[in-house]
């Protein structure tokens, strides 16, 4: 294996070879403490990425803030983007007991130690803070982790009893991090230390192979030679994470800044101290082999001695905040002095804006870094320096446009896949195609004439059972209807069923050509083609004081290429709470106004009004646009005149709840609607802007789409772009679900309001909202204020407290769920819930999204009253909020809550009784049909005929026994993949996805996908029926007329006399098995390639 060589970028490689560079290096080789200074910013991360490269080992590198680390982090990956970045947040104790909590923290804290203990390359940035925190030494983790390798010889029992004791949740299928499951010769892991699951495969005992699996797709991705396994429940030692780093590098930046964030760490998080370690601790210890302090100022450190000193000789770069002329003469300047200048560009568009300059001032290009001329190169910098002895500038777009607030980004956690019909549990209504909705009672294995078959047990009316043989799953879907109303049983064979398909039919039929007569008159109604950008929207987007996700920046382009079509835009944008849906939305905003035209921002609460009124007049005032809000809070006659600005096109933006869609606003020329949190407007208030903006340009924001909005999605009636990337300084949530305790909601208030931040208390009952508030100033301090805020306050009295709250004027504001619509106080990072289970979960998720939203640890309780049995609704709710604590889980929590909550509302309210009738999945297949249909009509084609699947009638032991898959989820989903299956090539990929996931396949499986193998080259003949017969096959054709131009007796010898055609109608053809060899099967189905190839030949393939 080729070691990896952790190089450098080229920059960073130019700058290593120099002398100056060398001699500060060496002091990254001694272990007495030394120090760099005279060094600032960026040459810090370059000089720790030289230092790693170079010496092949990890480094340990404390930083007084958690900006500093996202700069450090954007830097390192410019450097030396092949050396790993890790962190290593704080994991709190809770202190009570609690029914779960998030792992991701954990994640990221257990993947930093094992980094460090393998003694690879990388490097681990922490605030001070982060790295106090005492754990167990390395001597101990080791000693309880456990260590795989391939080839070595373990017992499987004790392994799984470690996992069990070390915090793991035995599963049928591992999907996210904690997750085990064991299935014959395979145990798959999701280990708390590394970023996929592992797949271990066994002989007996000893491990065959080791393998990295994706937790959604489930098939295997890389081998790996050995590893170990890390506990998730570990104790706490009196170690720190720098004790870790014994072979490596300890750094720390600006240390008296570090030691003093750590100070006010302590002081705030009092009840923390025991569990960490004073700042002399942490610079004494661990046994690196460097130990190197970097300041600008040449500092004294108390209880260091520092043995070497050295200083870099070095110039900040200058902020040049767009002033062109300024930087434009000090470049010429460098360029004359025969400066080798390196000017880094994050985006295209800075690129070749810098590069028309540079030609219309006359200043020289080059492809390459050379003396008196000006390199351009792409990348994401946070600032440039100047090397004065060597002569090299490093500049980037930022120190020119004016810098942005740099963050990283990273892919957010997929979590667990859902699957979305699919999920089938013993005691779950479903709907089979022919016999109607019965009740699912779980899966039997049969045994008929020594012939071993699966079949689902369904249970009907009355005694009625129904046995579904594996084959015909297709016909089976999952019931889904109104949340807490169970459906009737039907009679199997009964004419119920019929009546109610009937009745369900002909109403879809009607909806469906409403529906298409929708999308006909979007295509041909003649919307505004806005113009390409204006240099202004190029000025507008840079002023963003945040560097764009690239999720934001593929959602930008995707709506600003819609509005440039003469078509009116239909966009929904779905993005995480807090990932940027604003700032798009602004973006399409500006580029409307820009154009000539208005825009109206439709959103469901007064106070979100004023929020984004704010943000909105902040961001565009200064480039001359009026921004105006409508909401309760107008008097008359402000109302007054705000209508007569927009009628007289004065208004280039206006903001407001529903009250900007009634009929006295009348713009003078409308382009653009932004609707914001588009689930909380009901279907009324829909149709009432659908109707007031026909042939307007529409933009929905939505973090949790509601079903309807999904499934139009889905069936792309409207175009969706989806924004999953995080800004990573706002960290997880730690989330907790527990009990109620007055004592935990004490302590929980107390400690938010020790580190000088604000609490939500979420209580949603405004008739004893009250007594509650009592309660709470019963069992708080009286130092702690409390506002209180519901939707059915007066309006002056609800603005005047979300106001003060806003100020800081109270620490606690108890309210109702009104502030789940995009309420943004950066200083309020702890949330309460009262009554957790009685909430919707698009609600809780949106709820737990207004914490968080600074660079602050938050905390969310969600409790449930003491003693109190939930009901299932809620104990799904609760189970999907533990599934999905990652960030960027909105769009797949949308998914679980459309099986949650039920259909509700998905079309409107007169499909509601047909949608309970025949269960949502039902209904969206139907609609899909008749769709199709009327499409085909509508085009004067032949309506699209699905091909019967080919029933395979033999008599062998075809199934998945129970040595081979033991989950009956597990076995559910294979066969439904098996039966869904349409082609050779889908089915060679599902045989490898089964043999990886569960090892070599047994015999009766075996012949389960040869089966399914012979009806798909069946099918693709036509072939409605193979049926074995004993000393023969018989094969049935579905229909007679694709055969009728063949002409079978012009085929070769060796096909035609093993098959002997049946005077019948449709055709039949007999295959007699002394013809075909010992593997009867395996020769069936060449001779039904042979019979494919030869017909296509003649181009009278079916």
């Known amino acids: 294996m080729v070691k990896k060589e952790y190089s450098l970028c080229p920059l960073a490689e130019d700058i290593e070879k120099q002398p100056g560079t060398q001699k500060l290096l060496g002091l990254f080789q001694i272990q007495a403490p030394s120090m760099i200074y005279g060094i600032s910013g960026a040459q810090k991360a370059m000089l720790t990425a030289m230092a790693v490269s170079r010496e092949k080992c990890p480094a340990v590198v404390i930083l007084p803030t958690e900006k500093d680390i996202l700069k450090w982090t954007q830097d390192i990956s410019y450097f030396a983007p092949d050396i790993p970045v890790l962190t290593f947040p704080i994991v709190e104790t809770a202190g009570f007991k609690v029914a779960f909590t998030g792992t991701e923290r954990l994640r990221e804290r257990m993947h930093c130690l094992s980094s ?20 167990p030494s390395p001597d101990h983790l080791r000693g309880i982790s456990f260590l ?92 720190t994470v720098l004790d870790y780093a014994d072979e490596g590098i300890l750094i720390y930046e600006e240390p008296s800044r570090a030691e003093s964030e750590l100070k006010t760490y302590l002081r705030e998080e009092h009840k923390q101290r025991s569990h960490c370690v004073e700042w002399t601790s942490l610079i004494h210890n661990g046994s690196p082999r460097a130990r190197v302090f970097l300041s600008v100022l040449n500092q004294h ?94 500049i980037t777009a930022g120190d020119i446009f004016g810098q942005k607030k740099l963050l990283r980004y990273r892919k957010a956690s997929r979590g667990q896949q859902i699957r979305y019909f699919s999920d089938l549990h013993q005691g779950d209504y479903v709907v089979q195609k022919i016999h109607g909705i019965g009740r699912y009672i779980g899966m039997n294995t049969i045994e008929v004439d020594g012939i071993h078959r699966d079949y689902l047990t369904i249970q009907y009316a009355g005694s009625d059972k129904l046995y579904l043989p594996m084959d015909q799953i297709t016909t089976l879907e999952k019931y889904i209807g109104p949340e807490g109303k169970a459906p009737s049983l039907q009679k199997m064979g009964g004419i119920q069923w019929e009546r109610v398909r009937r009745k369900a039919k002909a109403s879809i039929r009607n909806l469906a050509e409403k529906l298409i007569a929708v999308y006909a008159k979007r295509e041909i109604t003649q919307g505004y083609a806005f113009p390409a950008d204006t240099p202004w929207q190029r000025e507008f987007e840079e002023a963003f004081p945040y560097v764009e996700t690239p999720d934001q920046v593929s959602a930008i382009d995707a709506i600003k290429e819609a509005m440039e079509k003469s078509q009116p835009m239909d966009m929904l944008l779905c993005g995480d709470v807090g990932f940027g849906k604003t700032e798009v939305a602004m973006r399409a905003v500006f580029k409307c106004i820009m ?167 979420v209580y949603n009952r405004i008739d004893s909202i009250g007594a509650m508030a009592e309660h709470l100033r019963n069992i708080l301090p009286n130092t702690i204020s409390i506002g209180v805020a519901y939707g059915r306050m007066d309006g002056t009295s609800l603005e005047k407290v979300m106001y003060d709250f806003y100020q800081g004027t109270y620490d606690v504001l108890l309210c109702t769920t009104l502030i789940e619509n995009g309420l943004d106080q950066p200083n309020a990072n702890t949330m309460i819930v009262y009554d957790a289970d009685r909430l919707g979960l698009s609600q809780i998720y949106q709820m737990r999204g207004r914490v968080g939203r600074s660079d602050k640890i938050a905390r969310a309780y969600f409790f449930y009253r003491r003693g109190k049995v939930l009901s299932e609704v809620a104990e799904k709710r609760l189970e999907a909020i533990r599934e999905f604590t990652e960030l960027g889980s909105g769009f797949k929590i949308a998914m679980r809550d459309l099986e949650i909550r039920g259909a509700g509302n998905l079309l409107g309210s007169e499909q509601h009784g047909n949608m309970a009738s025949v269960g949502f999945a039902a209904y969206c297949t139907m609609l899909e049909e008749a769709m199709q249909q009327l499409k085909a009509e509508k085009e004067g084609k032949p309506i699209p005929k699905r091909m019967p699947d080919t029933v395979i009638e033999f008599a062998r032991d075809a199934y998945i026994n129970p040595e081979y898959i033991q989950g009956e989820e597990q076995k559910i989903e294979v066969y439904r993949r098996l039966a869904m299956t349409r082609n050779e090539k889908d089915l060679q990929y599902l045989t490898e996805e089964v043999e990886d996931r569960f090892g070599p396949m047994t015999e009766p499986v075996k012949k389960l996908f040869q089966i399914a193998m012979l009806r798909i080259k069946a099918r693709k003949l036509g072939i409605g029926s193979v049926s074995d017969e004993g000393r023969s096959f018989l094969l049935t054709w579905a229909d007679t007329k694709p055969m009728k131009n063949w002409n079978f007796h012009t085929m070769p010898k060796n096909i035609i006399e093993k098959l002997h055609f049946l005077p019948t109608e449709p055709m039949r053809v007999r295959i007699g098995k002394a013809s075909l060899g010992r593997d009867e099967t395996g020769f069936l189905m060449d001779l039904l390639d042979e019979i494919h190839r030869e017909i296509a030949k003649g181009g009278n393939c079916a």
């Open 148 to 239: 795989l390798a391939r080839g070595k010889t373990l017992n499987r029992d004790q392994m799984l009893t470690w996992l069990t004791a070390g915090g793991y949740e035995r599963t049928d299928q591992v999907e996210r991090c904690g997750h085990f499951a064991v299935r014959g010769d395979i145990i798959d892991i999701f280990a708390v230390n590394e970023e996929h699951p592992l797949r271990i495969e066994f002989w007996d005992d000893q491990i065959e192979s080791i393998r990295f699996f994706d937790e959604n797709t489930q098939r295997s991705i890389q081998e790996k030679e050995e590893l170990a396994v890390l506990p998730i429940q570990i104790k706490e030692g009196e170690k």
């Open 595 to 761: 154009s000539g035209k208005q825009a109206v921002v439709l959103v469901p609460t007064t106070v979100l009004s004023q929020q984004h009124y704010k943000t909105f007049t902040a961001r565009m005032g200064p480039f001359g646009i009026t921004v105006g809000v409508l909401n309760r809070f107008c008097s008359s006659g402000e109302r007054k005149r705000l209508l007569q600005q927009l009628s007289d096109g004065q208004m280039d933006v206006i903001i407001g709840t529903h009250a900007v869609i009634s009929g006295k606003i009348k713009c003078r020329d409308l382009g653009l609607l932004v609707v914001d949190e588009e689930q909380r407007f009901g279907v009324m208030q829909k149709e009432k802007w659908k109707s007031w903006s026909a042939g307007v340009d529409v933009l929905t924001l939505s973090a949790t789409p509601i079903p309807r909005t999904l499934h139009m999605c889905l069936a792309g009636v409207r175009d969706m772009a989806v924004i999953n990337t995080p800004p990573s300084n706002r960290h997880a949530i730690q989330t907790y679900v527990a009990e109620y305790d007055d004592s935990v909601v004490k302590e929980a208030v107390m400690r938010e309001k020790e580190r000088g931040g604000q609490i939500y208390f």
């Open 301 to 394: 450190i108390d209880g260091i001695a520092i043995q070497e000193q050295r200083t870099w000789p070095n110039q900040a770069m200058m902020n040049y905040q767009r002033q062109m002329p300024l930087f434009l003469a000090d470049l010429k300047h460098l360029i004359q002095s025969e400066w080798t200048v390196s000017v880094v560009c994050a985006k295209n568009s800075e690129k070749e804006e810098l590069q028309i300059s540079f030609r219309e001032n006359g200043i020289p290009c080059s492809q390459e870094r050379n003396p008196g001329e000006v390199f351009l190169c792409d990348g994401l910098l946070s600032e440039g320096f100047e090397l004065t002895e060597m002569k090299k500038a490093v």
């Open 116 to 135: 460090l203990l393998s003694g690879r390359p990388c490097i681990a940035l922490m605030t001070a803070a982060e790295a106090s925190q005492k754990i």
